[in-house]
């Protein structure tokens, strides 16, 4: 199969498309034949060397498809069926990709806006877990315009809490219609955040990891109702919570908002779309920020 890769560490130039032995499901996974795979910040910190060391490494963690194999003790799916979802294995962006957890794909999305969805809605749905969001709670989220934040705002206000945004002012009408109260970031933000709550708020999220932890802590109270999960350095120094994946996934939240998307209640932005074979030029874009929404590579 045709995949993404790249065999030393450096700029979008070492990316390569590359030929690699077809991979086939374990017990309780699945294959698919993959039509599009979503495109994240963590893809060019590993391509620079800032996560894994091993060479070579393939990029991908989400795709979407048509299942065309299934692993032993997988039941309720059949060959055939469309289905979006993550792969462990890190190689999604490529022609196939095998799922270790997965939805269907309903009607009313199409392969690239299913590709979209499920590290953010995973990442979302895991913070506002570990933060205790519920109905009546009152959540800040810091960088609620970009995917991971927009999930976490439509995922919040399903919780019934109320929710405060932040964001650039070319993001607030966006985010009143997803359900939160928008709020500029940046300096004074915290007075802003006040204006609306002056009591402050019960929990806060980070998604943009632009150093206003401390900020954060104030205005929840505690470290401890402050999850981040873009700013490691800020949570080791203010003593919030980093959230990462191996400390155990919301698996369930593809299942859900696979269920709000067909109810037209879920759906994540994508900004732009590439075939399998720019994903150098995905990188560009990426690391340029000047793309509003997710990017994602199209597979023939």
């Not at 954060?216 to 120094?237: S, Y």
């Not at 919030?240 to 269920?259: E, M, P």
């Amino acid at each position: 199969m045709k995949a993404a890769q790249f065999s030393r560490f450096g700029g979008p130039e070492v990316l390569e498309i590359v030929d690699l032995p077809d991979p086939h499901p374990g017990a309780g996974e699945l294959r698919i034949k993959v039509r599009a795979a979503g495109v994240n910040s963590s893809d060019w910190k590993k391509r620079q060397g800032l996560m894994d060391q091993e060479l070579p490494q393939t990029l991908g963690y989400e795709a979407a498809g048509v299942v065309d194999e299934i692993g032993d003790d997988v039941s309720g799916v059949a060959v055939g069926d469309r289905v979006f979802g993550a792969s462990p294995y890190g190689a999604a962006q490529a022609e196939l990709a095998v799922l270790s957890y997965w939805a269907p794909i309903p009607d009313t999305l199409d392969y690239a806006r299913s590709a979209a969805i499920p590290a953010a809605a995973e990442t979302a749905a895991r913070a506002l877990d570990q933060l205790g969001v519920t109905a009546g709670s009152t959540v800040l989220i810091n960088g609620a315009s970009g995917s991971v934040g927009s999930a976490a705002v439509q995922l919040a206000v399903q919780r019934g809490a109320r929710v405060i945004g932040t964001g650039s002012p070319g993001t607030h009408d966006n985010l009143r219609f997803l359900g939160a109260e928008p709020v500029v970031y940046g300096d004074a933000m915290t007075e802003r955040v006040r204006a609306i709550v002056p009591s402050g708020v019960d929990f806060a999220l980070d998604v943009a990891g632009s150093g206003v932890l401390p900020e954060l802590v104030k205005l929840a109270g505690a470290p401890e109702h402050v999850i981040t999960v873009a700013d490691f350095l800020g949570a080791q120094q203010t003593g919030v919570r980093f959230s990462r994946g191996d400390t155990g996934r919301a698996t369930y939240a593809l299942a859900q908002v696979a269920r709000l998307a067909e109810a037209g209640r879920f759906s994540i932005k994508v900004g732009r779309t590439f075939p399998l074979a720019d994903v150098a030029q995905a990188h560009r874009v990426g690391e340029a920020g000047t793309v509003r929404g997710k990017l994602v590579l199209l597979v023939d």
